[in-house]
């Protein structure tokens, strides 16, 4: 009876531990409702907004629906308004809709499975209030006496569609739509609107307005004057007329209700004359006024109307002709001659006075003898005054030559100055491979150039003198530039040489020499004698100081003022004062040299210091 009693007990504390390990089994799995978390609304506008939801857990059995439900009560249900998303855990957006603006609103996410429906924490959101239209107002264009340009822009309607649009507009400030008004339509964004059945120079003040169901809302307000009526003028009688000018003028009988900013007469070869043409600007103080006409043409007719202008625009008198006086003959001058050649030139002209008359035709003429005219050779430059450049050319070599500019209108031609000058011989070259124009006078041949050599005709170099010690003490060959400075002086001064180059007897380039005091002296006897030394200057004020007195220049030896260095080093008499070495010796110490200056004509010799630094011009050996 014991074991049997044992037995049983065994059995019932298995069947209690058996029992007991399947209650444990069965709540241990039980599933419960997810773990979601809401997200808080955003992009709210008047009727919608963006919220979600993030699903943590499905509680242990699977999600079969998530969203998100909403209300205006507090923790708002899936009986509420809700959405369904795709989906099981992790995050996820849904959109509200069909909500009503200006409300407060309660919003969770929600997810539910066999367990249950899961809620997240409640979130509360507000939408936006609606109200009137927001816009601006356009600027006001094309205003004239009775009508205006304007409109507006509707940024936003706030919620609400804008049923009505346009501008409203009146004398006082802060138009409204019971005052008058345009109507452009309805909806958004810009429109342009008309302003008729305006008064004539009248202040008006504008707003471009947008109504909705809330209300009626203005742009910023702007100001305008319409236009008055254009002035009334007459045009006075043309007087104190010359081949160039006359007198004419207006009379204003009404400003048109605007202020007058300008005033005067306008004049054509045309008829009915515009300010677009030449015109005056007049005293705006006065309604009768008189004006200069200038710049006319001889024998010519004119078309002149007055004129008045106010903000509406240009009014113009009647029209009235008159007939300047004839031209008289141009005023010109010959330019100097420059770039000779064997066969050519340059010269020209300037024009400073047309005369009253259109310049036609302007050009040069030329030949070998004196006061050449258009029945020589000529060029032709065009037309019109000012300045002008001309080419000679195919001209004999070692010749004199006479030129004039000329220039024509109605009345006739008038010629300039008469030049004169002779194209060159030939050509010297140094051991430097400087190329000098020679030029032909009277028996000699002479460089037409200053000598610019570095190197003497054996091609022995030169010495520099640069230091004022060593130019003063040395008895050998020697040179320098003007002021030491090659790039300024070189050309067209050329070089300075002491008496102890000239003396070396190899200075000049092959087949030519420094000439003597009797060869110097030759050539003035052919110039007439030393009074007549301005025919070898070379012309104008280029390279000469002011006067530049008796510079003609006709045999082409274009003298230039190089200046002199003296025995201390010092340079003097650029542009001032030529000087050039004679071959004849004075005495151990002095030689000769001619010279001559800006202020006179004459060229004479005087006698320097050997230790001088001078130009020096070449003579062709007979």
Known sequence: MKKTSTNSRIIQIILFIFTTFLIYSCKKDKPAPPVILTTAANEISYTTAVSGGNVTSEGGAPVVSRGICWGTSPDPTTENMKTIENGTLGSFTSNLTMLIPNTKYYVRAYATNSA????????????????????????????????????????????????????????????????????????????????????????????????????????????????????????????????????????????????????????????????????????????????????????TIYYVRAYATNSAGTAYGNEVSFTTQSPTLPILTTSNITNITPNNASS????????????????????????????????????????????????????????????????????????????????????????????????QIWMAENLRTTKSSDGTVIQFAVDPTTWA??????????????????????????????????LCPNGSHIPTNTEWTSLLTYLGGEDFGGKLKETGTTFWDSPNAGATNEFSFAALPGGDRNTDGSFNSIRYEGYWWSATEYSTTDAYFWTITCLYGTFSKNIFDKHHGLSVRCIKDN
């Open 116 to 299: 249950g429906i899961g809620y997240g924490d409640p979130e509360t959101f507000t939408t936006q209030q609606i109200e009137s239209p927001s816009l601006v107002t356009t600027e006001i264009t094309l205003i004239t006496q009775t009508t205006a340009l304007s409109g507006g822009n509707i940024t936003s309607d706030n919620g609400e569609s804008v049923t009505a649009r346009g501008v409203c507009w009146g004398t006082s400030i802060n138009p409204t739509i019971l005052n008058s008004k345009t109507s452009d339509g309805s909806g958004m964004g810009s429109f342009p609107s008309i302003l008729t059945g305006l008064l004539r120079n009248t202040k008006y003040y504008i707003r471009a307005y947008a109504t909705n169901s809330i209300g009626t809302s203005y742009g910023v307000q702007l100001s305008f004057t319409t236009l008055p009526e254009l002035p009334i003028i007459t045009t006075t009688s043309v007087t104190n007329i010359l081949i160039k000018t006359a007198s004419g003028g207006g009379n204003l009988t009404s400003n048109g209700g605007g202020t007058i900013s300008a005033q005067g007469v306008c004049w054509s070869t045309n008829l009915n004359s515009t300010i677009a043409n030449n015109k005056t600007s007049d005293d705006i103080s006065t309604d009768s006024y008189e004006s200069t006409i200038t710049g006319l043409l001889g024998n």
């Open 348 to 443: 020209g002209g300037n024009i400073s006075d047309d005369g009253g008359g259109q310049i036609t035709d302007r050009g040069i003429c030329w030949s070998v003898s004196q006061n050449p005219t258009l029945s020589d050779y000529k060029t032709s430059e065009g037309n019109g005054i000012g300045s002008f450049i001309s080419s000679i050319t195919s001209l004999d070599a070692n010749t004199a030559y006479h030129v004039k500019a000329y220039a024509t209108n109605s009345s006739g031609t008038s010629y300039g100055n008469e030049l004169v000058f002779k194209t060159y011989t030939g050509t010297l070259n140094d051991m430097d491979g400087n190329v000098y124009n020679t030029v032909t006078i009277g028996s």
């Open 473 to 506: 003490e040395s008895s050998g060959p020697g040179y320098t530039w003007y002021n030491n400075n090659e790039a300024t002086y070189k050309v067209p001064y050329g070089a300075m040489y002491n008496w102890y180059a000239v003396n070396s007897g190899k």
